[in-house]
């Protein structure tokens, strides 16, 4: 089974930025929507953001405004781009791959720690 490997997370101080990557095999990520879910402590797992094959977009409300994602087909790397961070953001984020027009179910990484302290 193909694997997602993701990096960035960290600790960061509130309104600063981080950038998390994750990367997959070619065949995984040229058919398939990527994205980032997270789960904080004591909450319910949160969509983040998601990106198409065509670049089509989507955030949590949560976020809209402050992260981007993008993707890099020629690295097969998605990026999720975390501006204006708050306490509120910290949380395991975990990066997805849904393969589209399948029924296969999603791919997930390990989840990498995103700590934002005030």
């Known amino acids: 089974q193909d694997q997602l490997v993701e990096s960035g997370g960290g600790l960061v101080q509130a309104g600063g930025s981080l950038t998390l990557s994750c990367e997959t095999s070619?065949?995984?990520?040229?058919?398939?929507?990527m994205g980032w879910y997270r789960k904080a402590p004591g909450k319910q797992y949160e969509l983040v953001a998601s990106i198409t094959t065509g670049g089509r977009t989507n955030f949590g409300d949560s976020v809209k405004g402050r992260f981007t994602i993008s993707r890099d087909n020629a690295k097969n790397i998605v990026y999720l781009q975390m501006n204006s961070l708050k306490t509120e953001d910290t949380a395991v984020y975990y990066c997805y791959a849904d393969r589209e027009r399948s029924t296969w179910a999603k791919l997930w990484g390990q989840g990498t720690p995103v700590t934002v302290s005030s």
């Open positions: 070619r065949s995984t990520f040229s058919r398939s929507t």
